[in-house]
């Protein structure tokens, strides 16, 4: 393709306050961009990210007439969207924009000023010969399909789907197990303010149950899941009852809401605690059973006198999980309370790290426990306790040795019974989901969320959402929020009807396609499908992230990364290895 | 080697005053702010840990309650509201139980229906006995001298007896203190001369109570108050307790004024009743962190050694306006009330006159032992077992 050669391109060289012009002289690079064939002007600012640096561009591009923009300043991850809206105000198409990092890997990353400053030269100049080549290119939009689809039948998922039911829209909640309710259902009651597992979940199991929006699916899981945002096709499988030719559905969704929880560290696997030998070392989970029959006793059936209970167990630790499970702190507590209140006689030693009281009437119900008098013991992150039978002489059954870290001392602390904090932890069967759903897990197995910090529950898949202990360990009131989160993402999708996708996407040229499907498994967005009938691969533009991974791999060169044409890449190329003659003003040191 | 924690220990110890002990986290506040902590005496922080974790075997050994005056300023100071100047005070209860043998302190500090049956038990013994014997052996209307009530050398030796039997209880008690203190809970060795070289501690603590003074010296109001009462209520008992023990003839013979040593007597006088109302009155008002909780022993303490006084200043007045029946009366009801509290002393609040000092005293020793060590030079490698 031949270089127009009447285009209108305007460069913009930002300040970035001190950040790109302390190293790189903006000035310099402007005036350079000036002599650039096709460049009307080039303009330096102090913030171009700001409002009245926006306003200058789309004001620019009215008066001079532009039809091409350059912007050397941050990462196009940082300001694309901002540059492409100022595009947009003043009526331009926002794909004939392109930017020049000239901060994060110019003037962040280099020290010799006139080094940098001619490299932001090179990077302007590329820019400059990329944007000339650059397609005025549309969005698109898809339809949305109003149903939704929520893996998981916990706390989360029962909250968001009766939020999406309520609000009007079908649901399926899939459920592994035959019943609904997850790991609260095991639970007795609640801290800090002992609300009953059992009265919090009642009302959500019936309403879920009954919801005429809502299709629970127990004793079943997704098997598959194909489609893209808006127009998804799931498969739900029951895994047992039903006749086999009723086994499988297939149900048409626009939005899938993942509410899959957590599993419970296995104590088993730190041995001396000594969890399976031993029979009065029992696991949060196993008091919480003998907290709901009332009766909390030994194996052998005697009332505890001593009961100790050891944090953090698998959690806060490198061997096993380095993170914080967040919610077995106020449990111990609610233990001390429950275990003072049912048996005053009893005395609870409370065997911690840290307390982590992060939250609402956290640190009030510490101070309760403390009144309570319960014991707490502080240990080494590095130390673990360790449990053994007590001697004949002693008035206990078993013994914890470990290190005290506030008083300095050696200690031995009686117990009848141990109950191990056991952590939180990603669920065995969580890279399913995962794999399905095409979303990612971090280093420990919890989902990844599309940002931390803002985008808590969107993950990279459109439309597919996150909520609760699937993502990380977190308390039932973060859980809920979390749901209800992720409902109100998906219902202001499913309001619009519509759904924008990024123009920017691969396109398969048929009559260079000569249907190897090597691009259909390298695709890591499963956005290429195969048409059999024609014996073509085919991109779904909308599951399409532009990664271009099928661009590099097609044999036959069939196909073309809209944005990223090669004509595009090769001018950004040739604009790099443009030698620059540029002096300092000051001699070089 | 571990050392067993003993979670029924606060329990153990609410029964002598220290109530909200669980509530410390360490933070260390009320050591920052208590003006006798030092590097190796780390109180209260690090007897609030002994005490919560019920390390009795440490806490038997520590000289650090002995160390403490109660200023309150740590209670004041502490986020929790643990009262550490409270639970240092019980500990103090906790170690006269401990320190005595007989196990009489301990029944006396847990139940405050025991201590007051066993004061009313012995006054009315001492009551019965001393009627008895002033019936069968002079009269009621004669006071001193030829056919007295109650001759003075009689309560000479009565209370020269009553006085060693108290002694002897105090002697074992407070070497029992010593074990305790300086066997088992110095594990470096401690010179035999350093005993003599550190022995002027124990009158100058004695005597001045220098400790209490400076504690009060950071304090806000009414600086050398409680410091100036206690010492004045401390030197009056002192001075009664010798006058009673060896001059008690040349003292109870009248009626003219004897002032060689009236003189004493009366400057005593003045001492132990102002203190005794002082502290009553605080411990009332609980005006100060140090009086907001008063054990039952506490009060028997002040009320019954106000009595004392009281009775005593009675006596002596009716002695000298000739109404020598009243005076005879008096002198039986207190009496009455002087044998309980003399042999309560070694098993009360009483004892720490004898106590304080006497740790005053070991602590230096100690402290000069591990400057000898030369442990203080890294202060992080001293451990007070």
Known sequence: METKNNLKIGVYVCNCGTNIAKIVDAVAVAEYAQTLPNVVLAKTYKYMCSNPGQEMIAQDIKENELDRVVVAACSPNMHERTFRAALRMAGLNQYLLEMANIREQCSWVHKDRREATKKAMALVHAAVLRVEKHEALESMAVDMSPNVLVIGGGIAGMTAALELADAGYFVHLVEKNNQLGGNIARIDLTAPYFYSARDLLTERISRTKSHKRIKVHLDSKVTDLSGFVGNFKANIYNLNGVPENEKEVEVQIGNVAICTGYQEFDASRITHFGYGKMPNVITSFELEKMLRAGKVETKEGKIPKYIAIIHCVGSRNKEFHTYCSRVCCMTALKYAHEIKSANPECYVSDVYIDMHAFGKGHEDFYRQSSQAKTLFLMYDKEHRPVIHKAGSKDDCEMIIEVHERLSGEHIEIPADMVVLMVGMEARDDAHEVAHLTNISQDKDGWFIESHPKLEPVATTTDGIFIAGTCVAPKDIPDTVAQARAAAARILARISRGKIEVDAVYSEVNVDLCSGCRFCNDLCPYNAIEFKEEEGLSHVISVLCKACGVCVASCPSSAIKGRHFTDHQVLAQIDGLFNNVDYELDEPVK | ?385
């Open chain 2, 1 to 385: 080697m571990a050392i067993r924690v003993n979670p029924s220990f606060i329990d153990d110890l609410s029964r002598y005053g220290a109530e909200d002990v669980q509530l410390c986290y360490q933070c260390g506040d009320c050591s920052t702010i208590c003006s006798h902590a030092d590097d190796i005496y780390k109180f209260p922080r690090k007897s609030m840990r002994q005490l919560q974790m019920g390390l009795e075997q440490r806490i038997e050994t520590t000289l650090e309650p002995w160390l403490c005056y109660y200023c309150g300023q740590c209670s004041e100071q502490c986020p929790r509201e643990a009262d550490p100047g409270e639970s240092m005070m019980s500990l103090r209860r906790w170690l006269i139980s401990k320190y005595d043998f007989t196990g009489i302190a301990r029944q006396f500090f847990k139940s405050k229906t025991s201590e007051i049956l066993a004061v009313i038990l012995i006054a009315l013994v001492t009551g019965i006995f001393l009627m008895f014997y002033g019936i069968s052996g002079g009269s009621i209307h004669i006071y001193d001298g030829e056919g007295a009530f109650l001759p003075s050398q009689f309560i000479h030796k009565f209370d020269l007896t009553i006085g060693s039997i108290m002694a002897i209880f105090l002697l074992i008690n407070s070497i029992r203190m010593w074990y305790f203190t300086m066997i088992k809970g110095v594990l470096i060795p401690v010179p035999w001369w350093l005993y003599l070289k550190e022995l002027y501690e124990l009158p100058l603590h004695f005597f001045t109570q220098k400790r209490y003074a400076e504690c009060e010296s950071n304090g806000k109001q009414h600086l050398h108050m409680p410091w100036l009462i206690h010492l004045g209520l401390m030197l009056g008992y002192v001075t009664m307790l010798l006058l009673v023990l060896v001059f008690v003839e040349p003292l109870q013979a009248g009626p003219e004024i004897r002032w060689s040593v009236h003189i004493f007597a009366y400057m005593a006088t003045i001492g132990l009743l102002s203190g005794t109302i002082y502290f009553i009155r605080n411990r009332f008002k609980k005006n100060y962190t140090q009086y907001k909780k008063s054990h039952s022993t506490d009060w028997v303490f002040v009320v019954l050694l106000f009595f004392i006084v009281l009775t005593g200043i009675f006596q002596h007045v009716f002695h000298r306006t000739g109404l020598y029946e009243w005076a005879n009366i008096t002198y039986v009801i207190h009496l009455m009330a002087v044998v309980p509290w003399l042999l309560r002393m070694p098993f009360s609040k009483w004892a720490h006159l004898a106590y304080r000092p006497l740790a005053m005293y070991f602590a230096a020793i100690q402290k000069a032992a591990y400057e000898r060590q030369e442990l203080l030079v890294d202060s992080v490698s001293i451990t007070i077992k």
